[in-house]
């Protein structure tokens, strides 16, 4: 098989069909195959790799799973629109997601503040009214353009140290994965319309739609933190499930 001068290193170690993602995935990330650009045929890998059909099949099969390319049956695979890009519902940090489309995270830190818990909150953390809190307002970007508007409430008793971390190149939630264990968690779905202040903040107008997914996490005994999360319907979609 010849190899393109592009090509990234294929350890000997490592499975056929990641040694072929990982081709993939490289073209996309040099920006070598653009959004709708069709992606090289079963046929076509199984010829580079010399691998069988089937191991070409995972390799586009598990891309499509993590939202790089949009297979359809009878017109093949392209790279994926960056308004189209699916993810998978499960408590992980987003910056990890956009890495592994290989695409660049960024992150614009809004509101970084520690207050007292109004009864909703107060309510929704297990604490007391006007209790201390902390509270962090970020729009996180896929190749600089926003994708979420995260509204987050953290109990001080479950991460006392969660405002010294350096958003911008820190998630809230790697934070909270490593320093409070997450032991249960609960989300809800929506579409609805941004408030001015969001939609200004993630680059539409508050006629557009947004999905919006409230999740409260716990942590041992106690409720870790309560977020808001709003996502451009034109830009994400969810798929998946949840499971501890």
């Known amino acids: 098989m010849a190899k393109d001068r592009s090509d990234p290193p294929r350890p000997a170690d490592r499975p056929a069909y990641e040694q072929v993602k990982d081709w993939i995935r490289g073209h996309i990330a040099?920006?070598?195959?653009?959004?709708?650009?069709?992606?090289?045929?079963?046929?076509?890998?199984?010829?580079?790799?010399?691998?069988?059909?089937?191991?070409?099949?995972?390799?586009?099969?598990?891309?499509?799973?993590e939202g790089l390319v949009t297979r359809v049956q009878g017109s093949g695979t392209t790279v994926a629109q960056l308004h189209r890009i699916s993810s998978r519902l499960v408590i992980r940090d987003l910056?990890?997601?956009?890495?592994?489309?290989?695409?660049?995270?960024?992150?614009?830190?809004?509101?970084?503040?520690?207050?007292?818990?109004?009864?909703?909150?107060?309510?929704?953390?297990?604490?007391?009214?006007g209790a201390r809190v902390f509270h962090t307002v970020l729009v996180h970007l896929e190749n600089g353009v926003p994708i979420q508007y995260e509204d987050r409430y953290v109990n001080p008793l479950a991460a006392p140290d969660y405002l010294a971390t350096d958003f911008a190149t820190t998630s809230p939630t790697s934070h909270l994965l490593r320093c409070a264990p997450l032991t249960e968690a609960s989300y809800s779905i929506e579409a609805c319309l941004p408030r001015a202040a969001e939609a200004r903040a993630l680059a539409m107008t508050t006629a557009?739609?947004?999905?919006?997914?409230?999740?409260?996490?716990?942590?041992?005994?106690?409720?870790?933190?309560?977020?808001?999360?709003?996502y451009p319907a034109s830009r994400y979609s969810f798929t998946g499930a949840f499971q501890a």
Do not use: N, Y
């Open 30 to 65: 040099r920006g070598d195959w653009k959004p709708g650009d069709p992606v090289p045929s079963e046929a076509a890998l199984m010829a580079r790799f010399a691998v069988s059909r089937m191991t070409a099949h995972r390799a586009l099969r598990e891309l499509a799973t």
């Open 95 to 129: 910056h990890e997601e956009v890495a592994e489309r290989g695409h660049v995270a960024g992150t614009r830190v809004l509101t970084v503040a520690q207050e007292k818990a109004g009864a909703e909150v107060a309510a929704a953390l297990g604490l007391r009214k």
């Open 208 to 230: 557009e739609p947004c999905l919006v997914m409230v999740r409260r996490t716990v942590s041992g005994a106690h409720v870790a933190s309560i977020a808001r999360q709003l």
